[in-house]
Protein backbone atom coordinates (compact mmCIF):
# COMPACT_ATOMS: atom_id res chain seq x y z
CA UNK A 1 0.00 0.00 0.00
CA UNK A 2 1.08 3.92 -0.90
CA UNK A 3 1.41 5.49 2.03
CA UNK A 4 3.01 8.79 0.89
CA UNK A 5 5.80 10.39 -1.42
CA UNK A 6 9.25 11.20 -0.23
CA UNK A 7 9.58 14.55 -1.86
CA UNK A 8 12.55 15.89 -0.19
CA UNK A 9 14.61 12.72 -1.58
CA UNK A 10 12.86 12.88 -5.01
CA UNK A 11 13.35 16.48 -5.52
CA UNK A 12 16.90 16.55 -3.78
CA UNK A 13 17.80 13.44 -6.33
CA UNK A 14 16.24 15.47 -9.70
CA UNK A 15 18.35 18.85 -8.66
CA UNK A 16 21.20 16.63 -8.55
CA UNK A 17 20.51 15.21 -11.97
CA UNK A 18 19.87 18.21 -13.75
CA UNK A 19 22.63 19.84 -12.37
CA UNK A 20 24.85 17.37 -13.82
CA UNK A 21 23.14 17.87 -17.15
CA UNK A 22 23.30 21.20 -17.14
CA UNK A 23 26.92 21.58 -15.88
CA UNK A 24 27.55 19.37 -18.99
CA UNK A 25 25.97 21.20 -21.23
CA UNK A 26 27.68 24.52 -19.88
CA UNK A 27 30.81 23.43 -20.45
CA UNK A 28 29.90 22.99 -24.37
CA UNK A 29 28.28 25.84 -24.19
CA UNK A 30 31.73 27.15 -23.07
CA UNK A 31 33.50 25.65 -25.55
CA UNK A 32 32.04 26.28 -28.74
CA UNK A 33 31.96 29.67 -27.49
CA UNK A 34 35.50 29.73 -27.03
CA UNK A 35 36.51 28.29 -30.69
CA UNK A 36 34.20 31.05 -32.00
CA UNK A 37 36.46 34.17 -31.15
CA UNK A 38 38.22 35.38 -34.05
CA UNK A 39 39.53 38.90 -33.00
CA UNK A 40 40.33 39.08 -29.51
CA UNK A 41 41.97 35.58 -28.52
CA UNK A 42 42.69 36.57 -24.97
CA UNK A 43 39.18 36.20 -24.23
CA UNK A 44 39.71 32.40 -24.04
CA UNK A 45 41.51 33.05 -21.12
CA UNK A 46 39.15 35.23 -19.22
CA UNK A 47 36.16 33.20 -19.35
CA UNK A 48 34.94 30.74 -17.16
CA UNK A 49 31.44 29.13 -16.34
CA UNK A 50 29.49 28.54 -13.12
CA UNK A 51 27.10 26.73 -11.38
CA UNK A 52 24.27 28.14 -9.26
CA UNK A 53 21.20 26.25 -7.35
CA UNK A 54 19.18 28.85 -5.89
CA UNK A 55 16.38 27.97 -3.03
CA UNK A 56 15.97 24.25 -4.73
CA UNK A 57 13.92 26.14 -7.12
CA UNK A 58 16.18 26.51 -9.81
CA UNK A 59 19.86 24.88 -11.64
CA UNK A 60 21.86 27.62 -13.89
CA UNK A 61 24.69 27.10 -15.59
CA UNK A 62 26.63 30.91 -16.35
CA UNK A 63 29.00 31.69 -18.77
CA UNK A 64 31.54 35.06 -18.16
CA UNK A 65 34.21 36.61 -20.02
CA UNK A 66 34.97 39.14 -17.78
CA UNK A 67 37.82 40.95 -19.59
CA UNK A 68 36.85 44.19 -21.30
CA UNK A 69 37.94 42.80 -24.73
CA UNK A 70 35.26 40.25 -24.64
CA UNK A 71 32.92 43.12 -25.23
CA UNK A 72 34.51 44.14 -28.54
CA UNK A 73 34.63 40.63 -29.49
CA UNK A 74 30.65 40.10 -28.91
CA UNK A 75 29.57 43.11 -30.46
CA UNK A 76 33.08 44.33 -32.61
CA UNK A 77 33.91 47.92 -32.89
CA UNK A 78 34.26 51.07 -34.91
CA UNK A 79 32.28 51.30 -37.94
CA UNK A 80 31.72 47.87 -38.08
CA UNK A 81 30.15 47.38 -34.06
CA UNK A 82 26.62 46.20 -34.16
CA UNK A 83 23.51 49.01 -33.78
CA UNK A 84 22.10 49.68 -30.25
CA UNK A 85 19.37 46.11 -31.38
CA UNK A 86 22.03 43.94 -31.41
CA UNK A 87 24.48 45.76 -28.65
CA UNK A 88 21.95 46.44 -25.56
CA UNK A 89 25.11 48.58 -24.19
CA UNK A 90 25.60 50.79 -27.07
CA UNK A 91 23.72 53.49 -25.97
CA UNK A 92 25.27 53.64 -22.49
CA UNK A 93 28.19 53.76 -24.15
CA UNK A 94 27.89 56.07 -26.39
CA UNK A 95 26.63 58.66 -23.25
CA UNK A 96 29.33 57.73 -21.18
CA UNK A 97 32.57 59.95 -21.04
CA UNK A 98 34.57 56.82 -22.97
CA UNK A 99 32.92 57.81 -26.22
CA UNK A 100 34.91 60.15 -28.11
CA UNK A 101 32.80 63.12 -28.50
CA UNK A 102 34.46 64.04 -32.07
CA UNK A 103 32.99 60.77 -32.97
CA UNK A 104 30.16 60.54 -35.01
CA UNK A 105 27.01 58.29 -33.47
CA UNK A 106 26.25 57.58 -37.09
CA UNK A 107 29.14 56.19 -39.26
CA UNK A 108 30.74 54.81 -35.56
CA UNK A 109 34.03 55.11 -37.14
CA UNK A 110 36.95 55.49 -34.77
CA UNK A 111 38.63 59.10 -34.89
CA UNK A 112 41.11 60.73 -32.90
CA UNK A 113 40.59 62.14 -29.63
CA UNK A 114 41.20 65.74 -28.81
CA UNK A 115 44.46 66.85 -26.51
CA UNK A 116 43.87 65.84 -23.16
CA UNK A 117 42.94 62.56 -20.80
CA UNK A 118 40.46 60.53 -21.44
CA UNK A 119 39.19 57.67 -20.18
CA UNK A 120 39.17 54.39 -22.75
CA UNK A 121 36.70 51.62 -22.52
CA UNK A 122 39.10 49.01 -20.66
CA UNK A 123 38.81 51.88 -17.62
CA UNK A 124 42.31 53.18 -18.04
CA UNK A 125 43.45 57.03 -18.45
CA UNK A 126 44.89 57.86 -21.40
CA UNK A 127 46.32 61.10 -22.74
CA UNK A 128 45.89 62.67 -26.51
CA UNK A 129 48.16 64.88 -27.47
CA UNK A 130 45.46 65.93 -30.38
CA UNK A 131 48.11 65.20 -33.26
CA UNK A 132 44.95 63.24 -34.91
CA UNK A 133 41.61 64.90 -33.54
CA UNK A 134 38.64 63.95 -35.29
CA UNK A 135 40.76 62.25 -38.22
CA UNK A 136 39.38 58.83 -39.30
CA UNK A 137 41.78 55.92 -37.63
CA UNK A 138 39.93 53.82 -39.68
CA UNK A 139 41.40 54.91 -42.85
CA UNK A 140 44.70 55.61 -41.36
CA UNK A 141 44.88 51.71 -40.29
CA UNK A 142 43.55 49.99 -43.47
CA UNK A 143 46.45 52.46 -45.36
CA UNK A 144 49.16 50.92 -42.91
CA UNK A 145 49.98 54.85 -41.69
CA UNK A 146 48.98 53.80 -38.06
CA UNK A 147 48.42 50.05 -36.34
CA UNK A 148 45.97 48.13 -37.41
CA UNK A 149 44.43 47.99 -33.89
CA UNK A 150 42.66 51.33 -34.34
CA UNK A 151 40.86 49.25 -37.52
CA UNK A 152 37.32 48.33 -37.06
CA UNK A 153 36.21 44.64 -36.34
CA UNK A 154 32.57 42.79 -36.96
CA UNK A 155 30.83 41.10 -34.24
CA UNK A 156 31.23 37.94 -34.24
CA UNK A 157 28.64 37.44 -31.63
CA UNK A 158 30.46 34.43 -29.84
CA UNK A 159 28.41 33.95 -27.16
CA UNK A 160 24.82 34.29 -28.57
CA UNK A 161 26.05 31.60 -31.19
CA UNK A 162 27.19 29.32 -29.16
CA UNK A 163 24.17 28.87 -27.32
CA UNK A 164 22.29 29.01 -30.46
CA UNK A 165 24.46 26.34 -32.19
CA UNK A 166 23.84 24.41 -28.69
CA UNK A 167 20.42 24.97 -28.40
CA UNK A 168 18.51 21.27 -29.27
CA UNK A 169 21.58 19.77 -27.32
CA UNK A 170 20.09 22.16 -24.64
CA UNK A 171 16.67 20.95 -24.44
CA UNK A 172 17.02 17.39 -25.27
CA UNK A 173 19.19 17.27 -22.29
CA UNK A 174 17.53 19.19 -19.62
CA UNK A 175 14.28 16.70 -21.14
CA UNK A 176 16.05 13.49 -21.05
CA UNK A 177 16.76 14.37 -17.36
CA UNK A 178 13.27 15.48 -16.62
CA UNK A 179 11.29 12.53 -18.63
CA UNK A 180 13.40 9.89 -17.74
CA UNK A 181 13.79 10.79 -13.85
CA UNK A 182 12.48 8.08 -11.82
CA UNK A 183 9.80 9.04 -9.84
CA UNK A 184 8.01 6.14 -9.16
CA UNK A 185 10.97 4.91 -6.61
CA UNK A 186 10.31 7.58 -4.28
CA UNK A 187 6.55 6.31 -3.21
CA UNK A 188 6.35 5.20 0.24
CA UNK A 189 4.65 1.83 0.54
CA UNK A 190 3.87 -0.32 3.86
CA UNK A 191 5.26 -3.57 3.70
CA UNK A 192 2.97 -6.97 3.78
CA UNK A 193 3.62 -9.00 6.59
Known amino acids: MITGYDYAKASADLEHDLGVEIAGLTKLVLLTAKSGIRYYPEVRDYMHMQMTVLAHEMVEGEITAEHWQAWLEQFGKGSKMANSIDNPGLVSYINSDQWNPLRSQGSKNVVGRGEGNYRSIDGTTHYSGGGYA ?33 RNRILEGISRVLTTFPYHKYFKEVKDS
Not at 136 to 148: H, P, S, V
Open 134 to 166: GVDLEELAARGDIDKSYGPTPPSYFLRIALQAN
